[in-house]
């Protein structure tokens, strides 16, 4: 069974046009993440949202929205996308208990490229 | 001085060698520590956590030296299998995680 599951796998699209990522974990957590993986492998954190709510929220520009319908849903729209959103993203989940961090399992990734 | 530093490598290290690399973080308040292993074009996977006291699985053993602020990674009897990259993460709060950009590691028949 897959435990962090993400759609679609790969993503090519036109510079402008908007996009959706679905990322769905069934391993009963609270915390779920979205990273940004560019081509130097710099593996860095976006968002993180805790049982619905949003508590991490980088240096992200605004394009970028999250959406947590319910705790074991995370997705990522992106507008207006750009040559410089070209990248791996991984959508990640833990099971965080108050004062420690815990282990993340991350989904396969979504290959974006922007032509 | 970056947040959470790793030497890029390649480590070119022959079959059945013994090889170790560090994580310097630096964030005083940093509480927890992990290396994660990312294989070519796939997610990472958690190798190990590390303790203050060290600990060993396996043929891996982790360290953190708090005075000097880096963890490190040592492999013994190093597999083909092991070639990756070692990526070490570096928390201070529950939520505020930082990942180093990964050591590359090539083993070699």
């Known amino acids: 069974d897959t435990a962090v599951s993400q759609t679609p796998k790969y993503l090519v699209t036109q510079m402008g046009n908007d996009k959706s990522i679905k990322c769905e974990q069934n391993l009963g957590h609270d915390t779920m993440y979205w990273y940004k993986q560019d081509s130097k492998k710099f593996l860095k954190i976006m968002f993180s949202?805790?049982?619905?709510?949003?508590?991490i929220n980088e240096t992200v520009p605004n394009r970028f929205s999250p959406k947590s319908p319910d705790k074991a849903h995370l997705n990522l729209h992106i507008n207006s996308l750009e040559l410089g959103d070209s990248a791996v993203y991984f959508c990640?989940?833990?099971?965080?208990?108050?004062?420690?961090?815990?282990?993340?399992?991350f989904g396969p990734g979504t290959r974006l490229t922007v032509l | 001085r970056k947040e959470v530093e790793q030497d890029p490598g390649p480590f070119n290290v022959p079959e059945g060698a013994t090889v170790a690399f560090n994580c310097t973080y630096s964030?005083?308040?940093?509480?927890?520590f992990f290396w994660y292993r990312q294989d070519c074009r796939k997610e990472p996977k958690l190798l190990m956590s590390?303790?203050?006291?060290?600990n060993e699985d396996g043929r891996f053993t982790a360290q953190l030296n708090r005075a000097s602020q880096y963890i490190s990674l040592l492999i013994r009897d190093s597999k083909l299998s092991d070639s990756a990259t070692y990526l070490c993460?570096?928390?201070?709060?529950?939520?505020?995680?930082?990942w180093g950009a990964g050591t590359k590691l090539i083993i070699k028949p």
């Open positions: 949202y805790n049982n619905k709510e949003l508590i």
């Open positions: 964030n005083s308040a940093s509480q927890s």
């Open positions: 590390v303790y203050s006291s060290g």
């Open positions: 993460v570096v928390t201070w709060s529950n939520y505020q995680l930082i």
């Open positions: 990640a989940s833990s099971q965080v208990s108050p004062g420690v961090a815990d282990t993340q399992y």
